[in-house]
């Protein structure tokens, strides 16, 4: 199998780093630090309630989470940004395999040598897979499941797709999921419907995955994974 029509293959193989791609992963680790998580309380979270400025209170809202239906804060844009990078570096490195003659077959190896090890960590690290106990698994509940299925699915449309295809196959993706959401109607209510309690993409997990997926979170899984994850690594890349 030859690369398909890809510019990534004359990507220079030397080990110099490319420093735009390394300071947006530093800026959006700084922000996933410095904001926290949900019941933890980042540094610069912290930082920023403690100073009775307006300027910092400002700031110190944009680092949390906004509420459903209201306009997105700067953390709203974290996991996105996250997910993003992963796409941004993939040409740069399947151009650096291909231009040292590594076959195509053997990069699909490492991509799905790859996406398996991403999925195992993401299922210890929010699934607690370590802890052994059925009550307290889940089998998707971290980022690092959904870098896995988005780096999966643009890895093969990068590696066999020409623009075009890749250009489709990113609107069809992004324009799928919403059209799954505004017009296909969860049974008993309707289409279109959007709450933190009832939408057609949480209604897909209870029924695929069940109580392998945490309830109280209002992310969602089924849906997003091949379809949202995949695109926003795809428009990265």
Do not use: C
Not at 33 to 39: A, D, K, Q, T, V
Not at 55 to 64: D, F, P, R
Request: aromatic share 10%; hydrophobic share 50%.
């Amino acid at each position: 199998m030859q690369p398909r029509d890809l510019p990534m293959t004359d990507v220079n193989t030397s080990q110099q780093r490319l420093a735009s791609l390394d300071a947006m992963r530093g800026f959006v680790m700084f922000l996933l630090l410095g904001g926290g998580e949900i019941g933890h309380a980042g540094f610069l979270s912290a930082l920023l309630a403690a100073m009775d400025q307006p300027w910092a209170q400002t700031l110190y809202h944009q680092l949390q989470y906004s509420r459903w239906g209201d306009a997105f804060h700067v953390k709203d844009l974290i996991r996105p940004l996250f997910i993003f990078v992963v796409g941004a570096a993939m040409p740069y490195s399947f151009g650096k395999r291909l231009s040292l003659g590594h076959s195509m077959r053997k990069i699909h190896a490492h991509v799905l040598q790859r996406v398996a090890i991403l999925f195992l960590l993401g299922t210890i690290a929010g699934g607690h897979l370590l802890a052994l106990d059925r009550s307290k698994f889940f089998l998707v509940n971290n980022v690092l499941q959904e870098i896995a299925i988005g780096y999966l699915v643009a890895s093969l449309l990068l590696l066999n797709f020409r623009v075009r295809g890749q250009l489709a196959a990113l609107a069809g993706l992004l324009l799928g999921y919403w059209a799954l959401i505004m017009l296909v109607p969860v049974p008993g209510h309707g289409a279109g419907i959007i709450t933190p309690e009832l939408n057609l993409p949480r209604y897909v997990d209870d029924l695929v995955l069940g109580s392998l997926r945490p309830v109280k979170w209002s992310f969602t899984w089924t849906l997003n994974l091949p379809l949202a994850s995949s695109g926003i690594v795809l428009l990265g890349a």
